[in-house]
T-cell receptor
Framework: KAGVTQTPRYLIKTRGQQVTLSCSPI?????VSWYQQTPGQGLQFLFEYFSETQRNKGNFPGRFSGRQFSNSRSEMNVSTLELGDSALYLC?????????????FGSGTRLTVV | AQRVTQPEKLLSVFKGAPVELKCNYS??????LFWYVQYSRQRLQLLLR??SRESIKGFTADLNKGETSFHLKKPFAQEEDSAMYYCALLGMDDKIIFGKGTRLHILP
């Protein structure tokens, strides 16, 4: 079966712009979580969606938002981009809660803000 | 506070030697812990979960509540074990918290 698909793979944006990243989970997985990965901070939790509802949120500013559609696909949006938003953004899907089954990760979207 | 600490950024081990990747956690309650691995140019993937008590690719991890540790071990390292390893904790708020990772380098 297809894995977790993230698009696009790479993005270059200018400070102040906004960006939307997409994640298609494994078929049947209803939970989608987003992480920001940087060399200095490692993997930091952004948010989790389950059945179109945000179930959990990390400590990121309101510029970071997300949503989930009825087919479980998820998008995350970052508005008013800052240089510090440059990172690899990872999406992970899970059958139910992440604790029960662990995550399946996508390849990530590498965002560069210039 | 809920926290995962991996004290070593880099661990170099000779092929055939034992491997131990350290992980310590801070959590009040019964923790659920995981090890994830990322091989070169591959996705981050789940290696093992402590609740499953499984051995994957020769790796095992035992939860030691007294020492709040969940170290990953393998008796004989192989070159294909070279990768980035992340210890992770399921927090009380259902978020998975990752450590900063340890790069394991197997020397020939």
């Amino acid at each position: 079966k297809a894995g977790v698909t993230q698009t696009p793979r790479y993005l270059i944006k200018t400070r102040g712009q906004q960006v939307t990243l997409s994640c298609s989970p494994i078929s049947g997985h209803r939970s989608v979580s987003w992480y920001q990965q940087t060399p200095g901070q490692g993997l930091q939790f952004l948010f989790e969606y389950f059945s179109e509802t945000q179930r959990n949120k990390g400590n990121f500013p309101g510029r970071f938002s997300g949503r989930q559609f009825s087919n479980s696909r998820s998008e995350m949006n970052v508005s008013t981009l800052e240089l510090g938003d440059s990172a690899l953004y990872l999406c992970a899907s899970s059958l139910g809660g992440a604790g029960n089954y662990g995550y399946t990760f996508g390849s990530g979207t590498r965002l560069t803000v210039v | 506070a809920q926290r995962v600490t991996q004290p070593e950024k880099l661990l170099s081990v000779f092929k055939g030697a034992p491997v131990e990747l350290k992980c310590n956690y801070s959590y009040s309650g019964s923790p659920e812990l995981f090890w994830y691995v990322q091989y070169s140019r591959q996705r981050l993937q789940l290696l093992l979960r402590h609740i499953s008590r499984e051995s994957i690719k020769g790796f095992t991890a035992d939860l030691n509540k007294g020492e709040t540790s969940f170290h990953l071990k393998k008796p004989f390292a192989q070159e294909e074990d070279s990768a980035m390893y992340y210890c992770a904790l399921l927090g009380m708020d259902d978020k998975i918290i990752f450590g900063k990772g340890t790069r394991l380098h197997i020397l020939p």
